[in-house]
């Protein structure tokens, strides 16, 4: 089952598109398989982003994240019969790269992330960082 967009918000999105897209030629149906075969490659794709940042299942799905998904099964549909135009290609990549901003931090979905970092004395945020050193006698070649 679809976690992040249901079949009702693709046909709310475009419902001539969806018909379009799975429509069953033999029956002259709604392929649902189609449809949820679409919805799951979305859940997985958004889901490889967030899982490194959240904890999955989420508990809400946030609309940013529903919009996102909507457009990536539309991908995904329109993929299967070679009928993804460039416009959908152009819709699909900005929607990968809403996720990859999600999924580094600079766009916030409101959700308990996996390990915030904690406020320090002042309510900021402080991180430490160790690093190794750069200049060691090692490294130098007996320069001292």
């Known amino acids: 089952m679809a976690t992040y ?19 069953d030629r033999s029956t002259e149906v709604l392929s649902d398989t189609a449809i949820d075969e679409a919805l799951s490659q979305a859940d997985d794709e ?3 982003y967030l899982a490194r ?7 809400e799905v946030p609309s940013l994240l529903r919009k996102q998904a909507v457009t990536i099964a539309f991908y995904w549909l329109a ?3 070679q009928q993804a ?4 290609m152009e819709r699909y990549e900005k929607a990968l790269a809403s996720l990859k901003e999600i999924a580094k931090g600079s766009r916030e979905l409101g959700l308990p992330t996996l390990s915030a970092p904690t406020e320090g004395a002042v309510g900021k945020v402080e991180l430490v960082q160790d690093n190794e050193r750069l200049f060691t006698r090692k490294g130098l070649g007996g320069v001292l």
């Open 79 to 81: 993929d299967r019969d």
């Open 5 to 23: 967009a249901t079949k009702q918000d693709l046909l709310d999105r475009g419902e001539s598109m969806v018909w379009n897209l799975a429509i």
């Open 46 to 48: 958004i889901n490889s």
């Open 53 to 59: 940042r959240y904890v999955l299942p989420l508990p």
């Open 85 to 88: 135009t460039n416009l959908m």
